[in-house]
């Protein structure tokens, strides 16, 4: 039987089912002499989803990695809204360490094209003849080329030429030229010279000057803001010249690896790390929109390796990179060695460019604030341009796709630049904090604003009779409440302000798709028929076709179709600031704002639309006039009820944790009922179970006001299993009816169904196991009905209204429940950041003002204190940050999203 260990790096003895995990199945021909009989059942149960992955498992919602088996596919795909995919947050994890787990996760969305094609679409600009003939006479000036515009000979012979072989060790010990057994950091560091005289620093062309720098890594410090740095690129292109100390990885415009291997391993490793360290730079920094990456390979093929009668090839292939928030390209390899005028355009386009076409953004403005790093958001909002400068992270994922919808929240205030200058600003309003998203959204879309608008509208519309049908007494009063002194009352957060930011480049026709461009591990090399399908006549390499490759779609996954929609940047800034109920540090206050969130989905209900995103991240908690609140937010996918719409082909990403149960497989269910009269009942009783069913693969699932409500009720069901101090097997039924997997559990899935009603039950807190079990109970049974029922396939608005009333009813009676055992349950304490931020220490002379830092980033830098650094990259962590500034725990949201997250 599977034995789950599980290690914690804390030295205060906690529940494991907090802390995000490490998770090792390990054979056992022993069971557990302690484990009961109904524990076993539990883990057998859970071997079945669990045997052929090792998922990290912990009381926080996390998404999974998307898998990669071609045999594997989710059957969320096949909703009728949009197909469903996985990401997760990385914590910090040192980037080295996952460098595969993050381009399996990307290798869905990355693009091949043509070099040409990155020239005119992708490139920071497109140089013309005259900049690069520039170019091209400065290296010849320099000696760099000789007069025919080739290398100069010798200058990277070994790399052109293969490596003398011995026929004696007297023989060995001879080397009659040293420039053909050179390291390759020697042959490499070569280029930064070439680069620096590429183009004179006086040189100009047009409103074309030198803005960008290149410069060799070798040692040097690499530091950045988030945690999980630890990797040393070859080469960067940076904002400032290099003159010595730290690289700060915010000046990081290009990022460059160099390699002197014919070793697929090595090519495979060489992909890896220009991927991850794009994903690391993206996470970095806010004011980044795309970033770019230069990847060579260089080696040469011996004679025995080709067709016979074929001449040797040399491959001295280089590609470029270009990631974004709505795809990424890498384009075919071109012979560097043999074109180097391709390769002085590729780095004309990147020294020249503006910082604006290079991926900068001009409307986020990184400043210096009370001693740290902040950022000034410029947002064009109606009635005018607002600033709001960054206090605190409250959301700051690090993902492992570039692509998505990379949401950040900030704890903000409101600013204004002095004399039209952001080296010193002014405080609108001191001591009024509000809460500022950045995030990308579909081009198209509609916005959180927009959305809400609709729906606030619809709700000034109710009037008392439109909800005559809510129960007297519980759920009618609170309806009632909520629409009072319109729209202050509503349990939304309420939106400031809000504006559009820079679109991404659309993705070109002939940029394709490529599983290929992540080499499969363990496999022969395929720099041979790589070799066979190159153009004697061309420098430029195209890939062969599919059947052809050991890498070929036939042996890797199959995306599908996929549109890559262009993203755009999206701000917007709600009136209070809050936390999210994941941070909430008691049951009283988790129930309160379950509760306050069924209301607004009442009101939703109402006003005909359907959230589709309900997860304890958008959930915030605030206090209002000294009283807790729970309001809802996210409704950038929340859609009108009935509406059609065709789905989207780019997948949306989401954690299992509070998914729907038929939403999470794709498909209808098809239960046994529960009889309905006996659901008055199972408020009193301590067990229920229905007979097993299954999925209807005809009807496929559609979101619909009810699958919100199911969400809501496993966010509630985590609070008590997942966030309780730990008791019995609570931790082990946690780990089995919360799972991040493509396909719920069985045990959950039969849970749901109504088997294992007593192994719950039994998780539960002691004070806590008759009262909230039968209200869970009488929610789990109304759902379930409501999902396998036949009659519901196609609900009309009044179907729902007495689910309605007794789901919202035992909310309500969890609600004061909690009231009552408040004070009886502990939560586990978060886990202490190990590297907390320092204390702010506020200067004698401070007014709020700050300053920019300047644009000399890498100048007159002292020595680097290593571990210093790494103590200071922790203040930006990951994790969601409570209100005030306690210690931070790592979590993750649930994400329905294209992309994202």
């Known amino acids: 039987m599977a034995v789950m260990v599980l290690l914690v790096?804390?030295?205060?003895?906690?529940?494991?089912?907090?802390?995000?995990?490490t998770t090792f199945a390990l054979n056992s021909s022993e069971p557990e002499k302690s484990t009961t009989n109904r524990v076993r059942s539990?883990?057998?149960?859970?071997?079945?989803?669990?045997s052929s992955s090792s998922h990290i498992q912990s009381s926080i919602p996390v998404t999974p990695p998307r898998s990669l088996d071609p045999g594997l596919t989710s059957v969320a795909s096949a909703i009728s809204d949009t197909p469903r995919s996985a990401k997760g947050d990385l914590g910090a994890v040192a980037q080295h360490k996952i460098r595969s787990e993050i381009a399996e996760q990307m290798a869905p969305e990355l693009l091949r094209c043509?070099?040409?094609?990155?020239?005119?679409?992708?490139?920071?600009?497109?140089p013309d003849n005259d900049l690069v003939d520039s170019a091209v006479s400065t290296l010849k000036k320099e000696n760099h080329l000789t007069s025919t515009g080739n290398w100069r000979p010798g200058t990277f012979a070994s790399i052109t030429e293969p490596p003398a072989r011995a026929t004696s060790k007297k023989a060995s010990e001879k080397t009659p030229d040293d420039s053909k057994h050179e390291?390759?950091?020697?042959?490499?560091?070569?280029?930064?010279?070439?680069?620096?005289?590429?183009?004179?620093?006086?040189?100009?062309?047009?409103?074309?000057?030198?803005r960008f720098f290149y410069t060799d890594c070798g040692n040097k410090v690499v530091e950045g803001d988030i945690s999980g740095g630890g990797f040393k690129p070859d080469a960067f292109v940076l904002r400032n010249e290099y003159t010595g100390g730290k690289i700060t990885l915010s000046d990081a415009a290009v990022v460059a690896e160099f390699k002197k291997s014919n070793d697929p391993e090595v090519t495979r490793d060489n992909r890896l790390k220009i991927i991850s360290a794009a994903s690391h730079i993206m996470n970095n920094d806010p004011c980044r929109m795309w970033t770019y990456g230069v990847q060579s390979q260089s080696y040469f093929l011996k004679q025995t390796q080709l067709i016979p009668g074929k001449i040797s090839i040399e491959k001295d292939m280089m590609s470029v990179w270009y990631f974004s928030r709505s795809h990424s390209v890498k384009t075919d390899g071109f012979n560097w060695i043999e074109d180097p005028r391709t390769f002085i355009k590729v780095f004309v386009s990147f020294l020249f460019a503006k910082e604006l076409e290079i991926g900068f953004d001009p409307s986020v403005r990184r400043v210096t604030y009370r001693t740290k790093e902040r950022f000034i958001y410029e947002i064009k909002a109606e009635g005018g341009t607002r600033y709001y400068r960054t206090i605190n992270p409250i959301f700051n994922p690090r993902v492992a796709c570039v692509t998505g919808r990379k949401t950040r929240v900030w704890e903000a205030e409101e600013v204004r630049p002095i004399n039209g200058s952001f080296t010193s600003v002014e405080v609108v309003e001191k001591g009024k904090r509000v809460a500022l998203k950045d995030v990308w959204l579909d081009e198209g879309s509609q916005t959180e604003r927009q959305i809400q608008k609709a729906i606030f509208d619809k709700l000034k519309q109710v009037r008392d009779e439109d909800y005559e049908w809510a129960t007297e007494g519980y759920l009618r009063p609170l309806i009632k409440e909520a629409l009072t002194d319109f729209p202050r009352n509503l349990p939304f957060m309420q939106i400031e302000c809000d504006g559009w930011g820079k679109e991404t480049r659309e993705r070109h026709a002939e940029a394709v798709a490529d599983p290929a461009i992540i080499p499969a591990k363990n496999l022969e090399s395929s720099a041979l028929q790589s070799a066979m399908h190159t153009n004697k006549k061309s420098t430029m390499s195209r890939p062969s076709g599919a059947s052809n490759r050991p890498n070929s779609v036939s042996s890797r996954p199959q995306y599908g179709s996929r549109d890559y929609i262009g993203k755009k940047q999206y701000r917007l800034v709600y009136s209070s600031v809050g936390y999210a109920l994941h941070d909430a540090e008691d049951l009283s206050t988790s129930f309160k704002a379950i509760m306050d969130v069924s209301t607004a989905l009442v009101l939703m209900f109402l006003a005909g639309w359907v959230h589709r995103d309900v997860s304890t991240g958008n959930i915030i908690v605030v206090n209002v006039g000294g009283h807790v609140r729970g309001l809802l937010s996210d409704l950038e996918y929340?859609?009108?009820f009935g509406r059609i719409n065709k789905g989207a082909s780019d997948p949306k990403t989401g954690t299992p944790f509070f998914m729907p149960v038929e939403i999470h497989l794709g498909y209808k269910l098809r239960f046994a009922e529960d009889d309905p009269q006996d659901l008055d009942s199972l408020d009193h009783e301590e067990d229920s179970s229905v007979e097993s069913g299954g999925?209807?693969?005809?009807?496929?699932?559609v979101f619909f006001f009810h699958h919100d409500l199911e969400s809501l009720m496993w966010i509630g069901l985590w609070v008590v299993l997942g966030k309780i101090v730990e008791h019995a097997s609570s931790g082990k039924v946690f780990s089995f009816l919360f799972t991040n997997d493509s396909n719920p559990g069985p045990f959950r899935y039969i849970f749901f169904q109504g088997a294992n009603q007593e192994v719950v039950r039994d998780a539960f807190h002691p004070k806590l196991r008759k009262k909230f079990f039968s209200?869970?109970?009488?929610?789990?049974?109304?759902?379930?009905n409501f999902c396998s029922s036949p009659k519901y396939d196609n609900p009309t608005k009044s179907d729902f209204e007495t689910l309605f009333n007794r789901v919202s009813r035992c909310f309500q009676t969890l609600a004061q429940d909690a009231d009552k055992f408040n004070d009886d349950v502990k939560f586990i304490p978060p886990p202490r950041d190990l590297h907390p931020p320092l204390q702010e220490q506020l200067p004698p002379d401070d007014?709020?003002?700050?300053?920019?830092?300047?644009?000399?980033g890498n100048k007159g830098k002292e020595k680097v204190d290593t571990e210093k650094a790494s103590s200071q990259s922790q203040q930006s962590s990951t994790s969601r940050k409570r209100k005030n500034s306690e210690p931070q725990r790592m979590s993750m949201r649930l994400r329905k999203r294209p992309n994202t997250d």
């Open 9 to 21: 790096l804390t030295s205060i003895s906690l529940s494991p089912t907090y802390f995000l995990l």
């Open 42 to 50: 539990i883990i057998m149960l859970g071997s079945e989803s669990s």
């Open 114 to 126: 043509p070099i040409n094609v990155f020239f005119s679409h992708y490139s920071p600009f497109n």
């Open 183 to 210: 390291s390759e950091a020697v042959v490499f560091s070569k280029l930064t010279q070439i680069i620096k005289d590429m183009v004179p620093q006086d040189g100009n062309n047009d409103d074309r000057t030198r």
């Open 638 to 640: 929340a859609r009108e």
């Open 695 to 701: 999925i209807s693969k005809n009807l496929k699932a």
């Open 775 to 784: 209200s869970f109970n009488v929610i789990r049974v109304w759902l379930c």
């Open 847 to 856: 007014d709020d003002r700050g300053t920019t830092i300047g644009q000399k």
